[in-house]
């Protein structure tokens, strides 16, 4: 006879306690999916309000920094102090930088200061008003050539330094492309296409914004004390800074003029970001630690920076006079005010305390690479402003 007949007793206890686990996970289990967090899809109004606060951040800081710039100017002319024209660009910046490192921003502004990207991107698209066709061409076959030196010598540097320090290979090469090509872009790019660790991503791109805090600072007081033309400081600029936002705030502290050729010559560096991110993804998918790359043209075609396209576009435009003076007043200003925008959240966006957590050694290294590069960009642009009259 069964176990059960012979022990009736027992066999109803066990059932009952069965029946009563089986009560408590049919419970656990009900009240488990009660708490599942509901995911709730956002509407397109709903995204545009929560970028309001952040975007007002930031068009405050701008306004603040284009106020104080005015003030001042007025007050020392009106008192004959000599005192140097400080522009809005680095107040905007230092209040950026004053309200990051020294209050905590809420959290609700983030949303809408992240958008300093896209404000950069629509100013550089909207400078095209300010080029023709022919301003673009004078930067001259010598200053492209500059930009492919300055390129290949990066790469080749920041590796090598990478490799003298035992960093890692991955966070070597993103140390390697941010410093070349375009800062945190090439990074986020190249973390993608090398199945990088998000700690080797975070470690390069704290790095590299540190540094190009830096530069704004080092930048034009060595261009000033060098006694520097507003094009070859312009060139310098846009070969040695990494991230397009501070290579055009650097360019545009030295003169309206040097800014915009530090945005050209910048743009140049950008437009290679697709063949060097594609570069690294054949080389890791071969070693077998990345994923391969099936369509190399549609690649390409991914990385590239469309904002570059856009430039041209609206350059050509202005070139063919579609547009009249006017409204090429018009698109100037807005640019001028994108990128007003842009150094405000270049500012807000720059915490070093945030940046020191991030390990030592990256630092160095992209310190002493930035530092090569640099002094090797500026050799190139007085030699070759020496030779050809750039």
Request: charged share 15%; with cysteine.
């Amino acid at each position: 006879m069964g176990r059960c007949h012979s022990l009736p007793a027992r066999c109803a206890g066990s059932h009952r306690r069965t029946e009563a686990r089986a009560l408590v996970t049919k419970e656990n289990f009900m009240s488990a999916s009660v708490a599942l967090p509901r995911v709730t899809t956002l509407t397109p109004l709903t995204r545009v309000l929560r970028l309001v606060p952040g975007v007002a951040l930031l068009a405050a800081i701008g306004w603040a920094g284009k106020v104080i710039e005015q003030s001042t100017n007025r007050y020392v002319k009106a008192h004959h102090i000599v005192f140097p024209n400080i522009e809005y660009v680095l107040w905007a910046i230092v209040i950026g930088l004053v309200i990051s490192n020294l209050l905590s921003v809420p959290k609700v502004f983030q949303p809408g200061i992240a958008t300093y990207e896209f404000f950069l991107k629509a100013g550089i698209v909207l400078l095209g008003a300010r080029f023709l066709v022919g301003d673009i061409v004078k930067l001259g076959g010598i200053s492209l050539a500059l930009v492919v030196v300055e390129i290949a010598g990066s790469l080749a540097l920041m590796t090598f330094l990478g490799r003298l320090f035992k960093l890692k290979p991955k966070l070597t090469n993103l140390l390697a492309v941010g410093s070349a090509v375009c800062g945190v872009s090439a990074i986020i790019a190249t973390k993608g296409a090398i199945d990088a660790d998000d700690e080797d991503s975070s470690f390069a791109i704290a790095a590299i914004l540190a540094l190009g805090a830096i530069s704004l600072i080092a930048f034009p007081l060595i261009g000033h004390s060098l006694h520097l033309s507003d094009h070859a400081y312009g060139l310098w600029a846009g070969l040695a800074v990494d991230n397009t936002a501070e290579a055009s705030a650097a360019g545009a502290l030295f003169s309206d003029t040097a800014g915009k050729l530090a945005i050209l010559a910048k743009t140049c560096r950008n437009a290679m970001i697709g063949f060097v991110v594609l570069a690294y993804a054949i080389y890791w998918a071969r070693k077998g630690q990345a994923e391969g790359v099936a369509n190399k043209g549609r690649f390409l075609w991914e990385k590239f920076p469309k904002f570059v396209l856009g430039f041209l576009v609206i350059s050509a435009l202005v070139s063919f006079q579609v547009f009249n003076k006017e409204q090429v007043g018009a698109l100037a200003n807005l640019s001028r005010w994108a990128f007003l925008l842009t150094f405000a959240g270049v500012g807000l966006q720059t915490n070093f305390r945030r940046m020191s957590k991030q390990g030592l050694r990256p630092f160095v290294v992209g310190t002493l690479g930035e530092i090569l590069i640099a002094v090797l960009t500026l050799g190139l642009v007085v030699g070759a402003n020496a030779i050809w009259k750039l």
